[in-house]
Protein backbone atom coordinates (compact mmCIF):
# COMPACT_ATOMS: atom_id res chain seq x y z
CA UNK A 1 0.00 0.00 0.00
CA UNK A 2 1.59 2.95 -0.92
CA UNK A 3 1.51 6.71 0.60
CA UNK A 4 0.66 9.87 -0.90
CA UNK A 5 1.97 12.86 0.73
CA UNK A 6 0.38 15.88 -0.17
CA UNK A 7 2.12 19.38 0.72
CA UNK A 8 -0.29 22.11 1.06
CA UNK A 9 1.03 25.84 0.87
CA UNK A 10 -0.46 28.58 2.64
CA UNK A 11 -3.77 28.12 1.25
CA UNK A 12 -4.92 31.03 -1.03
CA UNK A 13 -8.64 29.41 -1.34
CA UNK A 14 -12.07 32.08 -1.21
CA UNK A 15 -14.36 30.36 1.35
CA UNK A 16 -17.54 31.07 3.42
CA UNK A 17 -16.12 31.85 6.99
CA UNK A 18 -12.68 31.18 9.18
CA UNK A 19 -12.50 30.01 12.21
CA UNK A 20 -9.62 30.73 14.48
CA UNK A 21 -8.68 28.07 17.11
CA UNK A 22 -6.18 28.54 19.90
CA UNK A 23 -4.84 25.51 20.63
CA UNK A 24 -3.43 25.44 24.87
CA UNK A 25 -0.26 24.00 24.89
CA UNK A 26 -1.26 21.64 28.02
CA UNK A 27 -4.76 20.32 29.37
CA UNK A 28 -6.57 23.56 30.53
CA UNK A 29 -8.49 22.86 33.97
CA UNK A 30 -11.58 22.12 32.16
CA UNK A 31 -10.22 19.22 29.95
CA UNK A 32 -11.30 15.34 30.78
CA UNK A 33 -9.51 12.45 30.92
CA UNK A 34 -10.24 9.86 28.62
CA UNK A 35 -10.97 6.45 28.36
CA UNK A 36 -8.86 3.66 26.38
CA UNK A 37 -11.87 3.00 24.22
CA UNK A 38 -14.29 5.57 24.89
CA UNK A 39 -16.29 4.24 21.48
CA UNK A 40 -18.10 1.28 22.30
CA UNK A 41 -20.84 -0.83 20.96
CA UNK A 42 -24.69 -2.38 22.36
CA UNK A 43 -25.75 -5.11 21.04
CA UNK A 44 -29.48 -5.49 21.06
CA UNK A 45 -29.66 -8.36 23.33
CA UNK A 46 -31.28 -11.58 21.49
CA UNK A 47 -29.15 -10.25 18.65
CA UNK A 48 -25.86 -10.91 20.48
CA UNK A 49 -25.24 -14.50 19.59
CA UNK A 50 -26.83 -13.59 16.02
CA UNK A 51 -23.90 -10.70 15.67
CA UNK A 52 -21.02 -12.68 17.22
CA UNK A 53 -21.58 -15.86 15.57
CA UNK A 54 -23.32 -15.39 12.30
CA UNK A 55 -22.25 -11.63 11.01
CA UNK A 56 -18.26 -11.54 10.26
CA UNK A 57 -18.16 -8.14 9.83
CA UNK A 58 -18.61 -7.99 14.08
CA UNK A 59 -15.32 -9.53 14.69
CA UNK A 60 -13.79 -7.81 11.73
CA UNK A 61 -14.43 -4.21 11.85
CA UNK A 62 -14.36 -4.67 16.18
CA UNK A 63 -10.63 -5.60 15.30
CA UNK A 64 -10.04 -2.36 13.00
CA UNK A 65 -11.35 -0.47 16.34
CA UNK A 66 -8.88 -2.85 18.54
CA UNK A 67 -5.81 -2.01 15.94
CA UNK A 68 -6.19 1.81 16.67
CA UNK A 69 -6.36 1.32 20.72
CA UNK A 70 -4.76 -1.94 21.53
CA UNK A 71 -8.16 -2.86 23.10
CA UNK A 72 -11.06 -4.45 22.27
CA UNK A 73 -14.17 -1.52 21.86
CA UNK A 74 -16.09 -2.21 25.19
CA UNK A 75 -19.48 -3.61 24.73
CA UNK A 76 -22.91 -3.77 26.48
CA UNK A 77 -25.68 -6.45 25.68
CA UNK A 78 -29.29 -5.53 26.33
CA UNK A 79 -31.77 -3.22 25.10
CA UNK A 80 -35.42 -3.74 25.14
CA UNK A 81 -35.30 -7.35 24.70
CA UNK A 82 -33.12 -7.76 28.18
CA UNK A 83 -36.77 -7.03 29.60
CA UNK A 84 -38.07 -9.91 27.96
CA UNK A 85 -35.43 -13.10 28.42
CA UNK A 86 -35.58 -14.92 30.95
CA UNK A 87 -32.98 -17.33 32.36
CA UNK A 88 -33.05 -21.23 31.69
CA UNK A 89 -29.87 -22.77 33.23
CA UNK A 90 -31.07 -26.66 31.46
CA UNK A 91 -31.44 -24.48 27.85
CA UNK A 92 -28.84 -25.64 25.50
CA UNK A 93 -29.16 -22.95 22.66
CA UNK A 94 -28.36 -19.17 22.78
CA UNK A 95 -31.77 -17.71 22.77
CA UNK A 96 -34.89 -19.85 21.97
CA UNK A 97 -37.77 -18.25 21.00
CA UNK A 98 -40.79 -19.53 18.80
CA UNK A 99 -40.98 -18.73 14.91
CA UNK A 100 -39.22 -15.81 13.35
CA UNK A 101 -39.09 -12.83 15.20
CA UNK A 102 -36.71 -10.70 13.32
CA UNK A 103 -38.49 -7.71 14.28
CA UNK A 104 -37.37 -4.74 15.12
CA UNK A 105 -38.51 -4.73 18.98
CA UNK A 106 -38.01 -8.91 18.95
CA UNK A 107 -39.63 -11.53 20.44
CA UNK A 108 -42.17 -10.66 22.96
CA UNK A 109 -40.98 -12.97 25.81
CA UNK A 110 -37.86 -15.34 24.96
CA UNK A 111 -35.45 -17.64 26.99
CA UNK A 112 -31.60 -17.39 27.30
CA UNK A 113 -28.94 -19.78 28.30
CA UNK A 114 -25.56 -20.46 29.69
CA UNK A 115 -24.05 -20.47 26.32
CA UNK A 116 -25.49 -17.26 26.00
CA UNK A 117 -23.26 -16.07 28.47
CA UNK A 118 -20.54 -18.58 27.91
CA UNK A 119 -20.12 -16.48 24.22
CA UNK A 120 -20.39 -13.55 26.56
CA UNK A 121 -17.64 -14.62 28.35
CA UNK A 122 -15.59 -15.03 25.04
CA UNK A 123 -15.57 -11.79 24.12
CA UNK A 124 -11.73 -10.03 24.36
CA UNK A 125 -13.26 -6.96 25.98
CA UNK A 126 -15.05 -5.67 28.75
CA UNK A 127 -18.90 -6.59 28.85
CA UNK A 128 -22.03 -4.82 30.87
CA UNK A 129 -24.91 -7.41 30.81
CA UNK A 130 -28.46 -6.10 30.81
CA UNK A 131 -30.81 -8.18 32.77
CA UNK A 132 -34.14 -7.74 33.23
CA UNK A 133 -36.13 -6.34 35.39
CA UNK A 134 -39.25 -5.33 33.69
CA UNK A 135 -40.56 -8.58 33.52
CA UNK A 136 -40.59 -8.51 37.14
CA UNK A 137 -38.92 -12.05 37.83
CA UNK A 138 -36.11 -11.09 40.86
CA UNK A 139 -35.68 -15.16 41.32
CA UNK A 140 -34.36 -15.75 37.51
CA UNK A 141 -32.21 -12.22 37.56
CA UNK A 142 -30.69 -13.38 40.52
CA UNK A 143 -29.62 -16.63 38.94
CA UNK A 144 -28.96 -15.07 35.90
CA UNK A 145 -26.53 -12.77 37.51
CA UNK A 146 -24.82 -15.37 39.52
CA UNK A 147 -24.40 -16.88 36.80
CA UNK A 148 -22.93 -13.88 34.42
CA UNK A 149 -20.80 -13.07 38.05
CA UNK A 150 -19.03 -16.16 38.11
CA UNK A 151 -19.17 -16.93 34.68
CA UNK A 152 -17.87 -13.60 33.07
CA UNK A 153 -14.17 -12.59 33.76
CA UNK A 154 -14.86 -9.60 31.28
CA UNK A 155 -17.57 -8.61 32.93
CA UNK A 156 -18.00 -4.54 33.61
CA UNK A 157 -21.30 -4.04 35.01
CA UNK A 158 -25.04 -5.73 35.18
CA UNK A 159 -27.72 -3.68 34.55
CA UNK A 160 -30.86 -4.24 35.87
CA UNK A 161 -33.41 -3.15 33.21
CA UNK A 162 -33.51 -1.17 30.04
CA UNK A 163 -34.91 2.50 29.48
CA UNK A 164 -37.06 1.65 33.11
CA UNK A 165 -38.43 5.04 32.78
CA UNK A 166 -40.67 4.35 30.10
CA UNK A 167 -41.62 0.92 31.13
CA UNK A 168 -45.51 1.59 31.39
CA UNK A 169 -45.10 2.94 28.12
CA UNK A 170 -43.18 -0.39 26.53
CA UNK A 171 -45.68 -2.57 28.24
CA UNK A 172 -43.80 -4.27 31.35
CA UNK A 173 -45.43 -6.40 34.23
CA UNK A 174 -43.72 -4.19 36.79
CA UNK A 175 -44.72 -0.70 35.77
CA UNK A 176 -48.29 -1.01 34.12
CA UNK A 177 -49.47 2.70 34.90
CA UNK A 178 -47.97 5.86 33.71
CA UNK A 179 -49.37 7.67 36.45
CA UNK A 180 -47.49 5.66 39.23
CA UNK A 181 -44.49 5.20 38.03
CA UNK A 182 -42.62 8.13 39.12
CA UNK A 183 -38.90 8.82 39.50
CA UNK A 184 -39.55 8.27 43.50
CA UNK A 185 -41.16 4.96 42.75
CA UNK A 186 -38.83 3.58 39.74
CA UNK A 187 -36.24 4.49 42.34
CA UNK A 188 -37.55 2.26 44.84
CA UNK A 189 -37.60 -0.69 42.50
CA UNK A 190 -33.74 -0.03 41.06
CA UNK A 191 -32.50 0.53 44.96
CA UNK A 192 -34.54 -2.50 46.13
CA UNK A 193 -32.77 -4.60 42.84
CA UNK A 194 -29.70 -3.35 43.20
CA UNK A 195 -29.95 -4.10 46.75
CA UNK A 196 -31.00 -8.04 46.39
CA UNK A 197 -28.90 -8.83 43.57
CA UNK A 198 -25.76 -6.97 44.37
CA UNK A 199 -26.06 -8.82 48.22
CA UNK A 200 -26.77 -12.71 46.42
CA UNK A 201 -23.19 -13.36 45.19
CA UNK A 202 -21.25 -15.75 46.96
CA UNK A 203 -18.25 -14.04 47.32
CA UNK A 204 -18.38 -10.07 48.23
CA UNK A 205 -18.93 -8.71 44.62
CA UNK A 206 -19.65 -4.71 45.15
CA UNK A 207 -19.60 -2.14 42.63
CA UNK A 208 -21.36 -4.19 40.12
CA UNK A 209 -24.49 -2.41 38.79
CA UNK A 210 -24.78 0.15 35.88
CA UNK A 211 -27.32 2.37 37.09
CA UNK A 212 -30.45 4.21 35.66
CA UNK A 213 -30.52 3.12 32.05
CA UNK A 214 -32.97 6.10 31.64
CA UNK A 215 -34.30 6.57 27.93
CA UNK A 216 -36.03 10.27 28.36
CA UNK A 217 -34.41 13.95 28.53
CA UNK A 218 -32.62 14.25 32.09
CA UNK A 219 -35.45 16.48 33.30
CA UNK A 220 -37.10 13.89 34.89
CA UNK A 221 -34.66 10.57 35.50
CA UNK A 222 -31.68 11.06 35.87
CA UNK A 223 -28.67 10.36 37.98
CA UNK A 224 -29.33 13.60 39.88
CA UNK A 225 -32.60 12.11 40.67
CA UNK A 226 -31.60 8.79 41.31
CA UNK A 227 -29.11 9.95 44.39
CA UNK A 228 -32.01 11.79 45.81
CA UNK A 229 -34.57 9.13 45.94
CA UNK A 230 -32.65 5.93 46.09
CA UNK A 231 -32.63 4.54 49.23
CA UNK A 232 -28.46 4.78 50.16
CA UNK A 233 -27.60 0.77 51.05
CA UNK A 234 -28.12 0.51 47.37
CA UNK A 235 -25.16 2.80 46.58
CA UNK A 236 -21.92 0.87 47.35
CA UNK A 237 -23.52 -1.67 44.24
CA UNK A 238 -23.50 1.07 42.00
CA UNK A 239 -20.35 0.76 39.53
CA UNK A 240 -21.39 4.12 37.16
CA UNK A 241 -23.98 5.32 35.63
CA UNK A 242 -25.74 5.20 32.29
CA UNK A 243 -28.29 7.33 30.13
CA UNK A 244 -29.04 6.79 26.54
CA UNK A 245 -29.16 9.73 24.30
CA UNK A 246 -31.07 9.32 20.44
CA UNK A 247 -31.23 13.17 19.58
CA UNK A 248 -33.67 11.63 17.14
CA UNK A 249 -36.44 9.42 16.78
CA UNK A 250 -38.13 7.99 14.00
CA UNK A 251 -41.40 8.76 15.48
CA UNK A 252 -40.75 12.77 16.09
CA UNK A 253 -37.98 14.12 14.14
CA UNK A 254 -35.53 12.81 11.88
CA UNK A 255 -33.76 15.54 10.25
CA UNK A 256 -29.89 15.25 9.09
CA UNK A 257 -28.83 18.75 8.68
CA UNK A 258 -30.05 19.10 12.02
CA UNK A 259 -28.37 15.76 13.40
CA UNK A 260 -24.71 16.48 12.14
CA UNK A 261 -25.17 20.87 13.10
CA UNK A 262 -22.39 20.94 15.44
CA UNK A 263 -24.23 23.36 17.23
CA UNK A 264 -27.04 20.94 17.82
CA UNK A 265 -24.66 18.08 18.70
CA UNK A 266 -23.20 21.05 21.21
CA UNK A 267 -26.41 21.72 22.67
CA UNK A 268 -27.85 17.84 22.68
CA UNK A 269 -24.71 16.89 25.15
CA UNK A 270 -24.98 20.13 27.29
CA UNK A 271 -28.53 18.70 28.38
CA UNK A 272 -26.64 16.09 30.14
CA UNK A 273 -23.68 18.31 31.66
CA UNK A 274 -24.93 18.96 35.13
CA UNK A 275 -25.79 15.40 35.87
CA UNK A 276 -22.39 14.40 34.86
CA UNK A 277 -21.02 16.18 37.49
CA UNK A 278 -23.38 15.20 39.83
CA UNK A 279 -22.77 11.40 39.50
CA UNK A 280 -19.24 12.41 39.16
CA UNK A 281 -19.92 13.43 43.07
CA UNK A 282 -20.93 9.99 43.93
CA UNK A 283 -17.51 8.21 42.66
CA UNK A 284 -19.84 7.46 39.24
CA UNK A 285 -18.91 7.47 35.67
CA UNK A 286 -20.91 8.58 33.53
CA UNK A 287 -21.96 6.88 30.20
CA UNK A 288 -24.05 6.72 27.18
CA UNK A 289 -25.31 2.98 27.88
CA UNK A 290 -27.36 2.69 24.31
CA UNK A 291 -26.88 6.05 21.81
CA UNK A 292 -27.19 6.25 18.35
CA UNK A 293 -28.97 8.48 15.82
CA UNK A 294 -32.54 8.10 15.57
CA UNK A 295 -34.21 5.75 18.10
CA UNK A 296 -36.49 2.89 17.07
CA UNK A 297 -34.06 1.49 14.75
CA UNK A 298 -33.27 4.41 12.65
CA UNK A 299 -34.30 5.91 9.77
CA UNK A 300 -33.53 4.57 6.36
CA UNK A 301 -33.51 8.04 5.04
CA UNK A 302 -30.67 9.21 7.20
CA UNK A 303 -28.84 7.00 9.46
CA UNK A 304 -27.04 5.40 6.68
CA UNK A 305 -26.05 8.19 5.32
CA UNK A 306 -22.27 9.78 5.50
CA UNK A 307 -23.59 12.64 7.29
CA UNK A 308 -24.72 10.59 10.05
CA UNK A 309 -20.77 9.74 9.80
CA UNK A 310 -20.04 13.37 10.54
CA UNK A 311 -22.48 13.45 13.61
CA UNK A 312 -21.01 10.46 15.18
CA UNK A 313 -17.79 11.61 15.15
CA UNK A 314 -18.62 14.75 16.48
CA UNK A 315 -20.68 13.34 19.29
CA UNK A 316 -18.47 10.82 20.58
CA UNK A 317 -15.70 13.34 20.48
CA UNK A 318 -18.08 16.44 22.27
CA UNK A 319 -19.50 13.97 24.91
CA UNK A 320 -16.04 13.00 25.66
CA UNK A 321 -15.01 16.52 26.15
CA UNK A 322 -17.68 16.83 29.00
CA UNK A 323 -17.07 14.01 30.65
CA UNK A 324 -18.98 11.44 29.55
CA UNK A 325 -16.34 8.12 29.28
CA UNK A 326 -18.00 5.81 27.02
CA UNK A 327 -20.59 5.76 24.43
CA UNK A 328 -22.64 1.85 23.32
CA UNK A 329 -23.46 2.71 19.74
CA UNK A 330 -26.41 0.63 19.54
CA UNK A 331 -26.50 -2.11 17.22
CA UNK A 332 -30.33 -3.23 16.26
CA UNK A 333 -31.79 -5.90 14.71
CA UNK A 334 -29.56 -7.27 11.61
CA UNK A 335 -31.03 -6.45 8.42
CA UNK A 336 -33.32 -3.56 9.28
CA UNK A 337 -31.73 -1.28 11.76
CA UNK A 338 -30.24 1.52 9.69
CA UNK A 339 -27.70 3.31 12.00
CA UNK A 340 -26.07 0.08 12.50
CA UNK A 341 -22.16 0.29 11.74
CA UNK A 342 -22.41 -2.81 9.55
CA UNK A 343 -24.65 -5.69 8.34
CA UNK A 344 -23.84 -9.23 6.38
CA UNK A 345 -23.47 -7.15 3.12
CA UNK A 346 -21.85 -3.54 4.51
CA UNK A 347 -20.07 -1.67 6.15
CA UNK A 348 -22.04 1.71 6.78
CA UNK A 349 -20.75 5.18 6.68
CA UNK A 350 -21.43 5.54 10.45
CA UNK A 351 -18.77 3.31 10.72
CA UNK A 352 -16.21 5.27 9.45
CA UNK A 353 -17.21 7.87 11.72
CA UNK A 354 -16.80 5.95 14.84
CA UNK A 355 -13.39 4.41 12.87
CA UNK A 356 -11.86 8.11 12.94
CA UNK A 357 -13.44 9.57 16.59
CA UNK A 358 -11.45 5.84 17.46
CA UNK A 359 -8.50 6.88 15.88
CA UNK A 360 -8.55 10.67 17.67
CA UNK A 361 -9.22 9.68 20.75
CA UNK A 362 -6.70 6.61 20.86
CA UNK A 363 -3.78 7.31 23.16
CA UNK A 364 -4.88 10.01 24.39
CA UNK A 365 -5.41 10.94 28.25
CA UNK A 366 -6.75 13.86 28.13
CA UNK A 367 -9.29 15.81 25.54
CA UNK A 368 -11.11 19.18 25.05
CA UNK A 369 -13.10 21.05 22.88
CA UNK A 370 -11.66 24.16 21.12
CA UNK A 371 -14.91 25.81 20.56
CA UNK A 372 -17.92 27.19 22.48
CA UNK A 373 -20.45 25.40 20.28
CA UNK A 374 -22.21 28.43 18.76
CA UNK A 375 -21.64 27.41 15.19
CA UNK A 376 -21.71 24.97 12.75
CA UNK A 377 -17.57 24.39 12.86
CA UNK A 378 -15.97 22.52 15.74
CA UNK A 379 -12.53 21.21 16.75
CA UNK A 380 -11.29 19.15 19.39
CA UNK A 381 -7.61 19.10 20.95
CA UNK A 382 -6.35 15.19 22.88
CA UNK A 383 -3.68 15.47 24.75
CA UNK A 384 -1.38 12.69 25.79
CA UNK A 385 -0.49 11.44 28.95
CA UNK A 386 2.47 13.98 28.88
CA UNK A 387 -0.05 16.43 28.46
CA UNK A 388 1.39 17.80 25.30
CA UNK A 389 -1.40 18.42 22.33
CA UNK A 390 -1.28 15.43 19.64
CA UNK A 391 -4.13 15.14 17.69
CA UNK A 392 -6.80 18.13 16.74
CA UNK A 393 -10.50 17.06 15.05
CA UNK A 394 -11.68 19.85 13.07
CA UNK A 395 -15.57 19.46 11.07
CA UNK A 396 -17.55 21.70 9.40
CA UNK A 397 -20.64 20.06 9.70
CA UNK A 398 -22.49 22.42 7.18
CA UNK A 399 -25.28 20.25 5.22
CA UNK A 400 -23.84 19.64 1.86
CA UNK A 401 -26.19 17.76 -0.31
CA UNK A 402 -24.12 17.16 -3.51
CA UNK A 403 -25.80 18.98 -6.18
CA UNK A 404 -24.66 22.74 -5.67
CA UNK A 405 -20.88 23.57 -6.13
CA UNK A 406 -19.45 22.63 -2.51
CA UNK A 407 -18.80 25.31 -0.35
CA UNK A 408 -15.73 25.26 2.55
CA UNK A 409 -14.68 26.86 5.39
CA UNK A 410 -11.07 27.58 6.26
CA UNK A 411 -9.71 26.62 10.13
CA UNK A 412 -6.90 28.80 11.43
CA UNK A 413 -5.22 26.85 14.07
CA UNK A 414 -2.58 28.96 16.23
CA UNK A 415 -0.46 27.80 18.90
CA UNK A 416 0.89 25.46 17.23
CA UNK A 417 4.91 24.12 18.19
CA UNK A 418 6.97 22.52 15.11
CA UNK A 419 7.18 23.24 11.63
CA UNK A 420 4.58 21.30 9.88
CA UNK A 421 1.42 19.16 10.35
CA UNK A 422 -0.24 16.14 8.83
CA UNK A 423 -3.72 15.32 8.07
CA UNK A 424 -5.71 12.55 6.85
CA UNK A 425 -9.47 14.49 5.66
CA UNK A 426 -12.52 12.36 6.25
CA UNK A 427 -14.71 13.04 3.50
CA UNK A 428 -17.26 11.51 1.14
CA UNK A 429 -19.54 12.76 -2.34
CA UNK A 430 -22.09 14.16 -0.01
CA UNK A 431 -23.65 14.61 3.79
CA UNK A 432 -26.14 12.15 1.42
CA UNK A 433 -23.33 9.46 0.68
CA UNK A 434 -24.38 6.27 1.71
CA UNK A 435 -22.22 2.81 0.80
CA UNK A 436 -25.40 0.60 0.02
CA UNK A 437 -25.62 2.81 -2.59
CA UNK A 438 -22.44 2.32 -3.61
CA UNK A 439 -21.04 5.57 -2.16
CA UNK A 440 -18.21 5.31 0.37
CA UNK A 441 -16.64 7.36 2.50
CA UNK A 442 -12.74 8.26 2.47
CA UNK A 443 -10.47 8.67 5.58
CA UNK A 444 -7.45 9.53 4.56
CA UNK A 445 -8.01 8.12 1.15
CA UNK A 446 -8.77 4.93 2.46
CA UNK A 447 -11.86 2.86 2.52
CA UNK A 448 -12.99 -0.59 4.00
CA UNK A 449 -13.50 -3.11 1.89
CA UNK A 450 -17.31 -4.26 2.12
CA UNK A 451 -16.24 -8.17 2.19
CA UNK A 452 -13.96 -7.80 5.05
CA UNK A 453 -13.88 -4.73 6.54
CA UNK A 454 -10.27 -4.73 5.71
CA UNK A 455 -8.50 -1.02 4.71
CA UNK A 456 -8.11 -0.86 1.12
CA UNK A 457 -6.82 2.03 -1.20
CA UNK A 458 -4.02 4.21 -1.37
CA UNK A 459 -3.26 6.78 2.06
CA UNK A 460 -3.16 10.11 1.65
CA UNK A 461 -1.38 12.05 4.13
CA UNK A 462 -1.91 16.34 4.02
CA UNK A 463 1.09 17.73 5.28
CA UNK A 464 0.89 21.69 6.29
CA UNK A 465 3.38 24.07 6.81
CA UNK A 466 3.23 25.49 10.83
CA UNK A 467 4.54 29.02 10.77
CA UNK A 468 5.04 31.08 13.94
CA UNK A 469 2.61 29.08 15.91
CA UNK A 470 -0.10 28.82 12.72
CA UNK A 471 -1.52 26.50 10.35
CA UNK A 472 -4.80 26.94 8.29
CA UNK A 473 -6.49 24.29 6.53
CA UNK A 474 -9.44 24.43 4.17
CA UNK A 475 -12.76 22.21 5.26
CA UNK A 476 -15.31 21.72 3.00
CA UNK A 477 -19.09 21.31 3.69
CA UNK A 478 -19.73 18.08 5.73
CA UNK A 479 -16.12 17.10 6.09
CA UNK A 480 -13.80 16.65 8.65
CA UNK A 481 -9.93 16.65 9.28
CA UNK A 482 -8.25 14.63 11.73
CA UNK A 483 -4.21 16.54 12.41
CA UNK A 484 -1.61 14.52 14.24
CA UNK A 485 1.26 17.42 15.78
CA UNK A 486 4.47 16.40 15.46
CA UNK A 487 5.71 16.19 18.76
C1 LIG B 1 -27.40 -16.91 9.83
O1 LIG B 1 -27.86 -15.91 8.93
C2 LIG B 1 -28.60 -16.38 7.83
C3 LIG B 1 -28.96 -15.17 7.00
O2 LIG B 1 -27.82 -14.70 6.35
C4 LIG B 1 -29.84 -17.10 8.30
O3 LIG B 1 -30.53 -17.59 7.19
C5 LIG B 1 -29.43 -18.21 9.23
O4 LIG B 1 -30.58 -18.79 9.78
C6 LIG B 1 -28.57 -17.70 10.34
N1 LIG B 1 -28.09 -18.81 11.15
C7 LIG B 1 -28.15 -18.81 12.45
C8 LIG B 1 -27.60 -20.02 13.12
O5 LIG B 1 -28.61 -17.89 13.10
C1 LIG C 1 -44.16 -15.96 27.03
O1 LIG C 1 -44.41 -16.81 25.94
C2 LIG C 1 -45.09 -18.00 26.31
C3 LIG C 1 -45.26 -18.82 25.06
O2 LIG C 1 -44.11 -18.79 24.29
C4 LIG C 1 -46.42 -17.66 26.95
O3 LIG C 1 -47.02 -18.86 27.39
C5 LIG C 1 -46.21 -16.74 28.13
O4 LIG C 1 -47.46 -16.33 28.65
C6 LIG C 1 -45.43 -15.52 27.71
N1 LIG C 1 -45.13 -14.70 28.88
C7 LIG C 1 -45.28 -13.40 28.87
C8 LIG C 1 -44.90 -12.69 30.13
O5 LIG C 1 -45.65 -12.77 27.90
C1 LIG D 1 -39.72 -16.73 37.69
O1 LIG D 1 -38.65 -17.50 37.18
C2 LIG D 1 -38.54 -18.77 37.75
C3 LIG D 1 -37.33 -19.43 37.16
O2 LIG D 1 -36.19 -18.73 37.54
C4 LIG D 1 -39.77 -19.58 37.45
O3 LIG D 1 -39.69 -20.83 38.11
C5 LIG D 1 -40.99 -18.84 37.95
O4 LIG D 1 -42.16 -19.52 37.53
C6 LIG D 1 -41.01 -17.44 37.39
N1 LIG D 1 -42.11 -16.70 38.00
C7 LIG D 1 -43.04 -16.11 37.27
C8 LIG D 1 -44.11 -15.39 38.04
O5 LIG D 1 -43.07 -16.16 36.05
C1 LIG E 1 -41.41 15.30 33.08
O1 LIG E 1 -42.55 14.85 33.77
C2 LIG E 1 -43.65 15.69 33.62
C3 LIG E 1 -44.74 15.21 34.54
O2 LIG E 1 -44.94 13.83 34.38
C4 LIG E 1 -44.08 15.68 32.17
O3 LIG E 1 -45.18 16.51 31.96
C5 LIG E 1 -42.93 16.14 31.31
O4 LIG E 1 -43.26 16.01 29.95
C6 LIG E 1 -41.69 15.35 31.59
N1 LIG E 1 -40.58 15.98 30.92
C7 LIG E 1 -39.73 15.29 30.17
C8 LIG E 1 -38.66 16.09 29.52
O5 LIG E 1 -39.77 14.08 30.03
C1 LIG F 1 -32.98 0.51 52.67
O1 LIG F 1 -32.68 -0.83 52.37
C2 LIG F 1 -32.35 -1.59 53.51
C3 LIG F 1 -31.89 -2.96 53.02
O2 LIG F 1 -32.88 -3.55 52.21
C4 LIG F 1 -33.55 -1.66 54.43
O3 LIG F 1 -33.23 -2.40 55.58
C5 LIG F 1 -33.99 -0.25 54.80
O4 LIG F 1 -35.18 -0.30 55.52
C6 LIG F 1 -34.20 0.58 53.57
N1 LIG F 1 -34.43 1.96 53.92
C7 LIG F 1 -35.50 2.63 53.49
C8 LIG F 1 -35.60 4.05 53.95
O5 LIG F 1 -36.33 2.14 52.75
C1 LIG G 1 -33.47 1.65 2.37
O1 LIG G 1 -32.69 2.35 1.41
C2 LIG G 1 -32.02 1.54 0.47
C3 LIG G 1 -31.09 2.37 -0.36
O2 LIG G 1 -31.69 3.53 -0.79
C4 LIG G 1 -33.05 0.79 -0.35
O3 LIG G 1 -32.40 -0.05 -1.26
C5 LIG G 1 -33.93 -0.02 0.57
O4 LIG G 1 -34.96 -0.62 -0.16
C6 LIG G 1 -34.53 0.83 1.68
N1 LIG G 1 -35.20 -0.04 2.62
C7 LIG G 1 -36.41 0.20 3.08
C8 LIG G 1 -36.96 -0.79 4.02
O5 LIG G 1 -37.05 1.20 2.76
C1 LIG H 1 -30.38 18.82 -3.56
O1 LIG H 1 -30.63 17.44 -3.35
C2 LIG H 1 -31.47 17.15 -2.27
C3 LIG H 1 -31.51 15.66 -2.06
O2 LIG H 1 -31.42 14.98 -3.25
C4 LIG H 1 -32.82 17.76 -2.51
O3 LIG H 1 -33.67 17.48 -1.42
C5 LIG H 1 -32.66 19.26 -2.66
O4 LIG H 1 -33.89 19.82 -2.98
C6 LIG H 1 -31.66 19.58 -3.74
N1 LIG H 1 -31.37 20.99 -3.70
C7 LIG H 1 -31.19 21.70 -4.78
C8 LIG H 1 -30.83 23.13 -4.56
O5 LIG H 1 -31.28 21.21 -5.88
Given at each position: MSTVVIHLSILALASASTMVFTVPSEPTPGSETLDAAPVALSYEFFQFPSYFTNVSHTWGCSAQLQRLTGVWPRIRIGGTSEDRATYVPSLSEYVLYPGDENTFSGPSNFTFGPSFIELASKYPGTVVMGLN????NISNTIDAAIAVVNGMGNLYAIELGNEPDIYPYTGFAIAPNPATWTPVVEAASEASWQIAVGSSFTFRQKRIIQAGNFYGSPVNFSAAELIQNENSTAFPYIKDFSHHNYPQSTYFIVDLPSLMSHRDIVNNVRTFEEDVAIARRMGWEYVFGETNS?????????????GSAIWLLDYALRSASVGIKRNYFHQCTIGICYYSWWDRGNVNAPFYGAYVATAAMSGGAYISALDDGTSNYGGYVVYDASRRPVKIVLINSDYYTGNVSRPSSDFVLTGLEGKEVIARRFTAESALARVDEGRLPAFGGQYFVNENCAIAGHKIIEATKVVDGTASFNLAASEALLIELCV
Amino acid sequence: MSTVVIHLSILALASASTMVFTVPSEPTPGSETLDAAPVALSYEFFQFPSYFTNVSHTWGCSAQLQRLTGVWPRIRIGGTSEDRATYVPSLSEYVLYPGDENTFSGPSNFTFGPSFIELASKYPGTVVMGLNRGGDNISNTIDAAIAVVNGMGNLYAIELGNEPDIYPYTGFAIAPNPATWTPVVEAASEASWQIAVGSSFTFRQKRIIQAGNFYGSPVNFSAAELIQNENSTAFPYIKDFSHHNYPQSTYFIVDLPSLMSHRDIVNNVRTFEEDVAIARRMGWEYVFGETNSVSGGGSNLTSPCFGSAIWLLDYALRSASVGIKRNYFHQCTIGICYYSWWDRGNVNAPFYGAYVATAAMSGGAYISALDDGTSNYGGYVVYDASRRPVKIVLINSDYYTGNVSRPSSDFVLTGLEGKEVIARRFTAESALARVDEGRLPAFGGQYFVNENCAIAGHKIIEATKVVDGTASFNLAASEALLIELCV
